[in-house]
């Protein structure tokens, strides 16, 4: 082959790697672009999804801070109608001198009465009090403790003395309908505990 030959296959073969060239680079190009292009779509979905996630974190731990808010609040009401060790304590002191005093204590079918009223009858019975237990359910609600002192005496005087410390209690000088147990026994007082209204301590 002349050189002229060689010249025009190389001068062909540089037309055809130039075009090559073109093409593959127009190609990284476009698919280059395609790919960032699906790369930020991927993206955006992952931030919405975080974006997503970081909201529901937020209502989830709103949402727990008002429970644990509700709770506190809660706990908080009731611990004015829960008898302390030191004062379960103080009270039986006050009360042992009269061991073997009968009182009668009716209580509601309401769980926070229910559990005010077992502090009240540890109290007593811790003291050596007899209590003549008994469970009602009311219709209509009936609120606070009322206590029914039977008569003057000095362990009537340490009762009243020791529930005048609690919330919610009235102390009722008077005769009150004694518990079938103690008829015909002399017994000191009728206790009832009622329920607690709403805000009040």
């Known amino acids: 082959m002349s050189l002229e030959d060689w010249k025009a296959i190389f001068e062909i073969g540089g037309v055809v790697l130039l075009f090559l060239t073109f093409l593959f680079g127009a190609g990284a190009l476009l698919t280059s672009t395609r790919i960032n292009v699906r790369q930020a779509i991927q993206l955006r979905e992952f931030e919405k999804r975080l974006t997503d996630a970081k909201t529901e974190l937020g209502h989830q731990q709103e949402r727990a801070a008002n429970a644990e808010r509700a709770l506190l609040e809660l706990q908080t009401r009731l611990a004015h109608r829960r008898i302390s060790q030191s004062d379960h304590d103080r009270f039986v002191a006050s009360l042992q001198p009269y061991k073997g005093s009968v009182v009668d204590l009716t209580e509601v079918t309401d769980l926070e009465a229910a559990q ?68 015909g026994v002399p017994h000191i007082a009728s206790i009832f505990v009622g329920k607690m209204l709403c805000g009040q301590q």
């Open 116 to 183: 005010f009223a077992k502090d009240i009858i540890a109290v007593l019975r811790d003291a050596g009090w007899e209590v003549n237990l008994s469970s009602i359910s009311l219709g209509a609600p009936r609120y606070g403790v009322e206590c029914f002192l039977i008569g003057a005496s000095e362990p009537g005087e340490a009762l009243a003395a020791v529930l005048r410390n609690l919330p919610t209690v009235r102390i009722i000088p008077g005769p009150h309908p004694p518990h079938p147990a103690t008829m």
